[in-house]
């Protein structure tokens, strides 16, 4: 049987004391450090997040070795994901670049290279060719015989005046799409997926 003095009854009614406060101040605290600061960081995020891409762009290669002297086909699709129409003559350039390379190398003439697309003079004849723009959800596809295509060196600006596809060195690189969309006077860059690829 457990008795309780007059001093256990003082401890006791100090602990309930100081008990009730602590637990008013963490609760306190809770409120004002963790409700108000998670919200503020939810409206961040909101805020920063990037609006969806205009247009979905897709790369397909039908091997993952590019033979400088043998044909290599990869076909290039387009789709118009925007209720704005998307003009075939915007920037559509396809980028062959060296694996795991500097800031610095990408500097330097080479192992960077691109063939620009021309969309409005290079689809079949179509309905959406003739009208110049895809609207939203169509699409086109251009399959694209890498060989015969004229390429680049991409630290120089401007059309390449003769190919340099046989120049190319061998190894690994990195093969993608990159879509200027404009608006105005204003381009969105829109990226396809990378590929890796074996040029030999």
């Not at 800031?103 to 060719?129: C, H, M, Q, R």
Request: proline share 5%; hydrophobic share 35%.
């Amino acid at each position: 049987m457990n008795i309780k003095t007059p001093t256990d009854k003082a401890m006791n009614t100090n602990t309930r004391h100081i008990r009730t406060p602590h637990l008013i101040i963490t609760v306190v605290l809770l409120f004002c450090c963790g409700v108000t600061p998670g919200a503020k960081f939810m409206a961040q995020q909101n805020e920063n997040r990037p609006s969806p891409d205009k247009v979905a762009v897709t790369l397909h290669t039908e091997s993952s070795e590019l033979q400088k002297k043998r044909p290599c086909f990869v076909t290039v699709t387009i789709r118009n994901l925007s209720a704005e129409a998307f003009d075939l003559t915007d920037s559509v350039t396809l980028r062959l670049e060296k694996s795991g390379q500097t800031e610095e190398a990408k500097k330097k003439v080479g192992p960077n290279f691109y063939t620009w697309l021309s969309l409005d003079s290079e689809l079949p004849d179509s309905g959406i060719k003739r009208r110049g723009t895809l609207l939203q959800g169509e699409e086109v596809s251009l399959r694209l015989e890498l060989s015969q295509r004229r390429w680049g060196h991409s630290i120089l600006s401007g059309y390449p005046s003769k190919s340099v596809y046989l120049e190319i060195p061998d190894g690994q690189y990195d093969l993608f799409v990159d879509v200027e969309v404009m608006e105005g006077n204003k381009g969105t860059k829109v990226r396809s997926s990378v590929l890796s690829i074996r040029v030999s």
